[in-house]
Structure formats: C-alpha cells, structure tokens
C-alpha cells in the first residue's frame, strides 16, 4: 500500500491512463448488459389524470349560512388528503370492480402515485401500467373514484346539516316566525346537495402516453457505464495498492513520465565482448542498442560533449550492460566515448573488456576509467559540485562520457552524479520491477534535479522482429545474462 499511500490526482491520474483499456472494457461491458437487459424488460407506460382541489363543506357552516366553506386547506393538507384518499382499500376496491381487472387491490394501489403541483391546487394522479392504453385508463378510473368519494363525503356532510335543520323545525311551534327561514335553509341544501361536486374535479383526464415510460435502453447503459467506470477506478485503485508489481510498459511510463527510449528483449547472451565483434550478437538485441544509440547522439548538442548518467532503480538491473554496449556502439560510429565506472559499491564495468588486450581495443576511440586508475573518484569527488566540475573537464575529451553509476533508489552518490551529468538514462529491468522500487528512484532523481532523458526497459515483452533474421545468432553460455 505504500505506493499509493496518500494518493493525489496526479497519480490517480497516472494509474487511470496505466488502466485505461481494463477501465475501457468494464465500462462497455456494463453498458451492453444494461442495454440487454433493458431491452429485454416489458415496457411500462405512464399516463396521468389532474385534480382540482378544493375545500369540504362544513355542515356547521351549512346550517348557519347555508353556503359552503371554502376552508384554508394548504396544499400539503391537499396533497395529504388526495394521497390517503387515493390510497384508501376501497377506492382501489371500486376501481376493480369497474375495470373488471385481474390485478390485486394491492397492485392498482401500488401502480398509481400523487403529486402536487408546486404551491397550487392542482395535483397529478398517475398510473403506471403495462399498457398505454392500460395506464390512461387506470389513472382516469382512479381520478374518477377519488372524486366520487369526496362527493359523496361532501353530499353526506350536507345531508347532516339536512336533517339538523329538519330536527330544529319540527320542535318549532307552527306559527313561529322562523318557520320559513328554517325551510328555506333547508330548499337551499337541498339543491346544494344536488350539485355537489366534493370540490374536487378532474381538470384533465389521462391519455394515452404516445411511447413507454421504461425501461429506457439508453438511459440505463450511460447510467450503467458512468457506475461501472467509478467502481472499476475504485477496484483499480484498491488492487494496486496492494499488488507492487507494474503490469505493462503504460503503467510504467505513466508513473515515470518520460520517453520508452528502447526496449532491450531478453536473449541469452555472453556478459564480455567478443573479439569477433557484434556480429556474434543477437540480432534483436543490436536493434535494440541501435535504437537506444539514436536516441543518445539526438540529445546531444551540436560540437559540444555529453555526459551521460546510467542507472537504475536496484541492483541488477542491467544498467552495467547498457553502458558498456552503448559505448561501443557510439564508437563504432566514429565518436570519442569514454565510458566510466562510477559505482563505488560494486563497479563491474571493467568485466565487458576484459576480453581485449588493451582497454579499447579494437576501437581506439573507446576509452574506460576505473576508480583504480588515476583515482577516477578521491574522496573530494563525492559531492555534485566537484563532480560537475569533473564532467565538464571530460566533455572536452570525449564526444560522449558515459557514467555507470550505482542504483539511484539504494545510493545517495547515485543521486549526485545524475544531478552533475547532462541527461540520465533509467533502466528498468522489467521482469523484477517493483512500484515502490520505481517511485522511489522517481523521486531521487527529482530530488537531484537530474534531466531524465528517458527509460530502457531490460527484458522487455513485445520485441522486435529483425528485419535481417539471419544478421546473428545467439551466443549460449552458462553465465549468458542479461546484467
């Protein structure tokens, strides 16, 4: 987890475009299941019915003014009202009688919601059916029923005024004078129950809706798909805090932003140069320092020398081989070369010429200094500023001065000499790389403020076909090695 530990954006980042064609493939495949599964789903239609609130006459306001008291309903006590109406068993119960419909009370109950119109009296009653046809009927039939049961609420409450009225006349005597008001009272209820609507009414009835309301195909695979992306971001996230390895070369690059600048296959191959020459090498392998070779002579500037840095992350990594081919390959491409041996801990460069009489050899333009020769590295060199002082002394007698130097994570030195040379190469041995192991040569080289000219990746996958396959030949040994 301490790769991640912490993780800013820059770094989810990295790990989302490391991860992009997995994120890729998760996101689409459960875009085209919710789309299948959308598709295959019966559709539901949706058709909605509008009422018209309004108050409940009181029978003590009946009796005592014969009209109907609009009341002080809000409407969330509208909205209370119809809803509990309109969930009532037998108003559900009345709706199947009259549809003749198999469904359950419960079912018509739970296919028909109630919605307020803001702030208004106005409320939408919809049905949700398996039909168009279905649902505009249900959401009318509804809307009907809910209006009937507040008519007959409201007729009920004037009938009570009815029969008040009606109570009080007959303890009067018959010649009291308030014999015909009282009567008149009740011709009046009687006419108002006629007419009584319950205050409430349909404003409009359902139609039928012109397509399905759900499922909605589209919809449901965008839905699908942005859920899929977050959580697979999240699995990846999870998964790589725990797993240190780099899975492919785009994690790589996208945890050390900088340029691939050759990928080194993994043959089997003698550790010293033979005098026979490259030509008893791996045909891939050249390739892949002629790759690495162009690479160099282009960071070069023009008529001035160039020191370069080669390290790795750990031990083992092949930074020592890449030296000393990529010094012979710049020299038999008529460049002075010096390759140098900076690695205090354990210098192995002078193992690549051991095979020749004389250091150089066959190339006269190639030199190499050991820390035994001359005391290439005393005591005073150890700091950057003497050893920028150095490199710039050895720029005048080389076209190229390259430094193998110890692993940049495990040695502070390291870290002093890339920041004292013009360009740092970082191998990379792909087949042991470790997350933290790379983060923290990252790191190092940024502390150093070293310029990164780019990545070799040792025993690299995807290698490179020859285009002369029969330029060379692998050379076996017991000690054939790729360091």
Same mark, same amino acid.
């Given at each position: ?130 039909? $168009?046809?279905? *649902? &505009? @009927?249900? !959401? ?5 029923? /809910? #209006?009937? %049961?507040?008519? +007959? ?67 449901? $695979?965008?839905? *699908? &798909? @942005?859920? !899929? ?5 999240? /699995? #990846?996230? %999870?998964?790589? +805090? ?242």
């Amino acid at each position: 987890m301490s790769g991640y530990a912490g993780m800013d954006l820059a770094k989810l980042l990295s790990l989302v475009r490391a991860r992009w064609k997995l994120l890729a493939a998760i996101t689409v495949a459960a875009a085209a299941l919710a789309l299948g599964l959308s598709l295959t789903q019966q559709h539901r239609y949706k058709a909605t019915a509008v009422l018209l609130y309004g108050g409940t006459p009181q029978a003590a306001s009946l009796i005592q003014t014969g009209s109907q008291d609009q009341g002080a309903a809000t409407p969330e006590q509208a909205t209370a009202t119809n809803v509990a109406l309109a969930s009532l068993d037998s108003v559900a119960a009345n709706v199947k009688q009259r549809l003749g419909t198999p469904a359950t009370v419960d079912e018509l109950k739970n296919a028909v919601s109630i919605e307020p119109h803001g702030q208004s009296n106005l409320v939408d009653l919809t049905a949700e059916w398996d039909s $168009a046809n279905g *649902a &505009a @009927l249900l !959401a009318t039939t509804f809307a009907d029923e /809910v #209006v009937a %049961l507040r008519r +007959g609420m409201a007729q009920a409450e004037i009938q009570r005024a009815i029969d008040a009225l009606n109570t009080t006349i007959a303890r009067q005597p018959t010649d009291s004078d308030q014999l015909p008001t009282l009567k008149r009272r009740v011709s009046d209820l009687l006419v108002l129950k006629a007419v009584q609507t319950g205050d409430v009414r349909v404003a409009e009835r359902a139609t039928a809706p012109p397509g399905p309301s759900s499922p909605k195909p589209v919809f449901n $695979a965008v839905v *699908a &798909a @942005l859920v !899929a992306f977050v959580l697979g971001v999240l /699995v #990846v996230v %999870l998964l790589a +805090g725990f797993d240190p390895r780099i899975r492919d070369e785009q994690e790589l690059t996208a945890l050390i932003p900088a340029p691939v600048l050759t990928r080194i296959p993994m043959v089997s191959r003698s550790r010293r140069f033979l005098s026979t020459g490259p030509r008893d090498e791996d045909a891939e392998f050249l390739e892949a320092i002629q790759f690495l070779r162009l690479s160099v002579q282009r960071f070069r500037p023009p008529g001035q020398g160039l020191v370069v840095a080669v390290t790795s992350p750990t031990a083992g990594d092949g930074k020592t081989m890449v030296v000393a081919w990529l010094a012979q390959a710049l020299a038999f491409n008529d460049s002075e070369v010096l390759a140098m041996d900076c690695d205090l801990r354990s210098p192995m460069l002078h193992t690549y010429f051991e095979a020749r009489e004389e250091v150089g050899g066959a190339l006269p333009n190639l030199r190499m200094v050991r820390p035994s020769e001359g005391g290439a590295l005393p005591a005073g060199l150890t700091g950057q500023e003497p050893l920028r002082d150095m490199f710039h002394d050895l720029r005048d007698k080389a076209d190229y001065v390259l430094v193998d130097t110890s692993p940049v994570a495990s040695v502070a030195h390291a870290s002093a000499v890339a920041g004292a040379a013009d360009g740092v190469i970082l191998v990379v041995d792909f087949e042991r790389i470790r997350r933290k192991e790379l983060l923290a040569a990252k790191e190092q080289l940024a502390n150093a403020r070293a310029t990164l000219i780019g990545v070799v990746l040792n025993r690299a996958t995807g290698a490179l076909v020859p285009y002369h396959p029969h330029a060379g030949q692998v050379m076996k040994s017991d000690s054939a090695t790729n360091y």
